[in-house]
Antibody, heavy 119, light 107 residues
Framework: EVQLLESGGGFIQPGGSLRLSCAAS????????MNWVRQAPGRGLEWVSV????????YYADSVKGRFTISRDNSKNTLYLQMNSLRAEDTAIYYC????????????WGKGTTVTVSS | EIVLTQSPATLSLSPGERTTLSCRAS??????LAWYQHKPGHAPRLLFY???NRATGIPARFSGSGSGTDFTLTISSLEPEDFAVYYC?????????FGGGTKVEIK
């Protein structure tokens, strides 16, 4: 069974840093791009970032560019999101999502980890 | 950035009813559009990709169509488990973008 399990969320002050992880199982992790998507309280889904299977290509939403870094360790079947210079508007549930293929559609999602940025 | 506008924002319906959800793109996305279902406390679920390709395990009562700027998701007969929020998402241009969602609620 394909599974994704996010961790690393928590309560952080504005300007702080946090690293999210997503442990994958049940598929050949290195063969698929992986995404991060978030949902702020009372809002819809917002795509954050994607990384290719080898880690060589990355894309970001403008709202996080320069502050967030996506990476992956294929030897550990784990996806990461390093979040720096956090703002209140980054408060959200963060989901990792496996891409169907290089179309980047998201066919398997985790249940999410919550990040709260507040003073 | 391509903006996806979903309408209506909320639909109040009864089980067994037919419904059509709309997603309009600010510029053509060809057929590079997906639909997702999201229930509170659950992971989102891919329903369709490339406008009309049904994802694995999606029941036949769901159908997707459209191209260019106008897309629809149709549920032919609502089941109790279909009450949820539905999002469209385009992959034609970076950044990937989602619509604001349509909530299908029980009347």
């Amino acid at each position: 069974e394909v599974q994704l399990l996010e961790s690393g969320g928590g309560f952080i002050q504005p300007g702080g840093s946090l690293r999210l992880s997503c442990a994958a199982s049940g598929f050949t992790f290195s063969s698929y791009p992986m995404n991060w998507v978030r949902q702020a309280p009372g809002r819809g889904l917002e795509w954050v970032s994607v990384i290719g299977g080898s880690g060589g290509s990355t894309y970001y939403a403008d709202s996080v560019k320069g502050r967030f870094t996506i990476s992956r360790d294929n030897s550990k079947n784990t996806l990461y999101l390093q979040m720096n210079s956090l703002r209140a508007e980054d408060t959200a549930i963060y989901y990792c999502a496996k891409a169907l293929d290089y179309s980047y559609y998201m066919d398997v999602w985790g249940k999410g980890t919550t990040v709260t940025v507040s003073s | 950035e391509i903006v996806l506008t979903q309408s209506p924002a909320t639909l109040s319906l009864s089980p067994g009813e037919r419904t059509t959800l709309s997603c309009r793109a600010s510029q053509s996305v060809s057929t590079y559009l997906a639909w997702y279902q999201h229930k509170p406390g659950h992971a989102p679920r891919l329903l369709f990709y490339d406008s009309s390709n049904r994802a694995t395990g999606i029941p036949a009562r769901f159908s997707g169509s459209g191209s260019g700027t106008d897309f629809t998701l149709t549920i032919s007969s609502l089941e109790p488990e279909d009450f949820a929020v539905y999002y469209c998402q385009q992959r034609s241009n970076w950044p990937l973008t989602f619509g604001g969602g349509t909530k299908v609620e029980i009347k």
